[in-house]
């Protein structure tokens, strides 16, 4: 018993020695801990993608510049691909992101020789008509919520065609297209004005994620929602915020021989945009069909609605004045009738329309100042533009282009399949992208540079055409493709393998139907 005392005794002092630490080094340790802990919670962004962007810009500045590029002008290289990457990785608000580009492209001196001209640099781009045209139809679109002519748009529809779960897919299909030419925001039309009349109609049939009921009708609407949102967003130069970047990079690399007005954009994807959203709502329902085929209820539902919401307000008819002044003035019918004198540029004609709207006090100032998304998008967009176009004045796109140019060349190909890979290398490229605008920035003026240098020149309106379209449409692929898509996939109608699946078979579909339907139509305007 006095030996077992004894070993126990030896055993506790040899465990207890170990734990014997200097006070200093407990208090060192316990003081990092703590700081780790505090800046974990406190700053605001993701620790590991912003450690992972930061390896990445320090790792390309530390690289001696390629044969070709000056080593500022792979400095700007460096911090474009850590913005895009930062942003694919969501380290933080992509206002931050852009904010954070202004100050390193500022800082650098990347683009100039003084701080005075970097930042001259860095702020260029804000006075761009283009994206003030975004900023100012964002203002305009609020009108629609506030005065509730999105829901009263949303219920006509269904009113008409609800009686069927296919027809009720319809009728959010057209509210999307009546609601596409006013609303820059893709995510504020589809995520904010389309989805919770869609929710509403799910829930009046008792289709419920929530409570496993969703494939009665929820399912198949929520898929509608969201596929239509990108084929509207292709058929309006005002229907999303990255078109004015694709008029401007697609104008550039043709050389200013190929300009997208508004009216030229609209009535260039008319008819394959019509067809897309004739077969979308078909192919959905054959996809992922709906539990509950016929809807007779909805019609009454909707009816029930409109009627509880009673006739339309003054601000209502206010909100639909001023879209049809906008929808005149964009479509340059004042100068169809008088002559080129009375042709405004379209962001003079959004800024009528705001003005409008304010002295009208169908919304007010306070509604301008409180629209968060509007001066979001100013910031995030106006770097990303900036960048864009800097890479281009230090000759990166031209540098990259020339490389992408002879990598296709030595392969041998044709023009044709030239003109394939590009497009489909470009759209589904987009399931690296959480961000329509950052791979339009990132991609597109490289592509449309190498393209026009190898397709034959009768050919390049298509092609730029078809690039257009697909800037759109590569946002059906994914649950993270544009804003619109997390909202609706977050109210948990799809799950993620369905939707990824009818998401590829869409943009297969809808690339299809823009290079058959689309490059005929073309023909037959006279582009080609």
Not at 218 to 224: H, N, P, S
Not at 248 to 262: E, I, P, R, Y
Request: proline share 5%; glycine share 8%.
């Amino acid at each position: 018993m006095m030996l077992l005392k004894r070993i126990i005794t030896i055993r506790a002092g040899a465990n207890a020695r170990p734990a014997a630490c200097p006070v200093k080094e407990i208090m060192m340790y316990k003081t990092v801990r703590d700081l780790f802990l505090h800046f974990k919670e406190a700053v605001p962004f993701r620790l590991v993608p912003a450690l992972i962007c930061t390896a990445l810009l320090i790792g390309m500045l530390l690289l001696p510049a390629p044969e070709g590029l000056t080593p500022k002008a792979w400095g700007l290289v460096a911090i474009f691909l850590t913005t895009i990457l930062a942003i694919i990785l969501k380290v933080m608000p992509i206002g931050v992101m852009a904010m954070m580009a202004i100050v390193i492209v500022s800082l650098s001196q990347v683009t100039s020789t003084s701080s005075k001209g970097a930042i001259t640099d860095a702020l260029s781009s804000f006075s761009n008509p283009l994206i003030w045209l975004i900023v100012v139809a964002i203002l305009i679109s609020r009108g629609l919520k506030k005065t509730g002519l999105g829901s009263r748009i949303g219920l006509l529809f269904i009113s008409l065609l609800g009686k069927r779960t296919m027809g009720i897919g319809y009728g959010l299909a057209i509210c999307e297209l009546v609601l596409a030419p006013f609303t820059p925001s893709n995510t504020a039309r589809g995520g904010g004005i389309v989805h919770p009349v869609m929710k509403s109609i799910a829930n009046a049939f008792d289709s419920d994620p929530a409570k496993g009921t969703e494939g009665k009708v929820g399912t198949y609407l929520a898929l509608v929602n969201y596929h239509a949102n990108p084929i509207t967003s292709a058929m309006f130069l005002t229907a999303t915020a990255p078109n004015p970047l694709v008029v401007d990079f697609v104008a550039k690399a043709s050389g200013q021989s190929f300009h997208l007005t508004w009216t030229t954009w609209a009535l260039c994807m008319l008819l394959p945009g019509l067809v897309c959203l004739l077969v979308m709502p078909l192919i959905i329902y054959w996809l992922s069909p709906p539990e509950l085929k016929a809807t007779p209820d909805a019609v009454t539902y909707a009816k029930a609605e409109l009627k509880s919401m009673g006739p339309l307000s003054p601000s209502e008819k206010v909100m639909l004045g001023t879209f049809a002044l906008l929808l005149l003035l964009w479509a340059n019918v004042p100068t169809m009738l008088f002559g080129p004198a009375f042709s405004l540029d379209a962001t003079v004609v959004a800024f009528v329309g705001l003005f409008v709207l304010i002295i009208t006090g169908t919304i007010d100032w306070d509604d301008v100042l409180s629209e968060k998304s509007a001066w979001d998008t100013l910031v995030w967009f106006g770097a990303l533009v900036m960048m864009a176009e800097q890479l281009n004045k230090t000759g990166v796109i031209a540098w990259f282009s020339a490389g992408m140019k002879a990598a296709i060349v030595a392969s041998g190909m044709d023009w044709l399949p030239i003109a394939g890979v590009l497009v489909l290398v470009f759209v589904f490229s987009h399931y690296f992208f959480a961000s329509t605008t950052a791979h339009i920035s990132a991609m597109l003026l490289a592509f449309l540079t190498v393209g026009l240098h190898l397709i034959p020149a009768e050919y390049h309106v298509p092609f730029m055409l078809m690039m257009t379209a697909g800037s759109a449409i590569m946002m059906t692929l994914t649950h993270y493709a544009t804003g619109t898509s997390p909202i609706i996939f977050g109210s948990g109608f799809v799950t993620m393998g369905n939707w990824w699946r009818v998401g590829f078979i869409m943009c297969v579909v809808e690339l299809l139907i823009f290079a058959v339907v689309g490059t005929t139509w073309w023909k037959v305007l006279g582009y080609w």
